[in-house]
T-cell receptor
Framework: GAGVSQTPSNKVTEKGKYVELRCDPI?????LYWYRQSLGQGPEFLIY????????DSGLPNDRFFAVRPEGSVSTLKIQRTERGDSAVYLC?????????????FGPGTRLLVL | DQQVKQNSPSLSVQEGRISILNCDYT??????FLWYKKYPAEGPTFLIS?????DKNEDGRFTVFLNKSAKHLSLHIVPSQPGDSAVYFC?????????????FGTGTLLAVQP
């Protein structure tokens, strides 16, 4: 039983660069979520995967953000042309089936700093 | 548009006393509410939840109360312990009309003084 893991734990990049953030959910969990937590705020929903497909991407702020989960386990959040406002902690969570009321288990997050 | 609000950024309580953390919401479609606890450099950890059909749920030292008419919920911790010092997030979801995404408040930093 390992928990949700995220890599890297910290990422520093320059404005305009491309970054990829990885999430390894709990084994067997079909539902995977990405959230973003800015300083002084609570986590903000970005996208939800059920298996390989994005069931809800309504939280992605713009088309610079994209996420994939090609085999239904590991997910990658991709940010193109990073901006300073993208600096935040990116949190990944997973749950067994994705049904309402299931506990979501969070990883430790990736701290992204865009200079 | 902040649908879940935690108006107290911080709270300080003496060890052994009761901690009461408050949360307000605006969306009447929310039907499930949760409290998460977060230590520095860690992800949020689920603490306790309550369905909108209930007004109270208890788990050991933690009790969550829901007042639907006031759109208000609170988390009571009794007795408070120094290890409870963390940021507490209130979250809500609309299980029927929406996916299982959670809407979080801004958090309350609880400090339990020994």
């Amino acid at each position: 039983g390992a928990g949700v893991s995220q890599t890297p734990s910290n990422k520093v990049t320059e404005k305009g660069k491309y970054v990829e953030l990885r999430c390894d959910p709990i084994s067997g969990h079909t539902a995977l979520y990405w959230y973003r937590q800015s300083l002084g705020q609570g986590p903000e929903f970005l996208i939800y995967f059920q298996g390989t497909g994005a069931a809800d991407d309504s939280g992605l702020p713009n088309d610079r953000f994209f996420a994939v989960r090609p085999e239904g386990s590991v997910s990658t959040l991709k940010i193109q042309r990073t901006e300073r406002g993208d600096s935040a902690v990116y949190l990944c969570a997973s749950s067994p089936h994705g049904v309402g009321g299931e506990t979501q288990y969070f990883g430790p997050g990736t701290r992204l700093l865009v200079l | 548009d902040q649908q879940v609000k935690q108006n107290s950024p911080s709270l300080s309580v003496q060890e052994g006393r009761i901690s009461i953390l408050n949360c307000d919401y605006t969306n009447s479609m929310f039907d499930y509410f949760l409290w998460y606890k977060k230590y520095p450099a860690e992800g949020p950890t689920f603490l306790i939840s309550i369905s909108s059909i209930k007004d109270k749920n208890e788990d050991g030292r933690f009790t969550v109360f829901l007042n639907k008419s006031a759109k208000h919920l609170s988390l009571h911790i009794v007795p408070s312990q120094p290890g409870d010092s963390a940021v507490y997030f209130c979250a809500a979801s609309d299980r029927v009309r929406a996916t299982n995404k959670l809407i979080f408040g801004t958090g309350t930093l609880l400090a339990v003084q020994p």
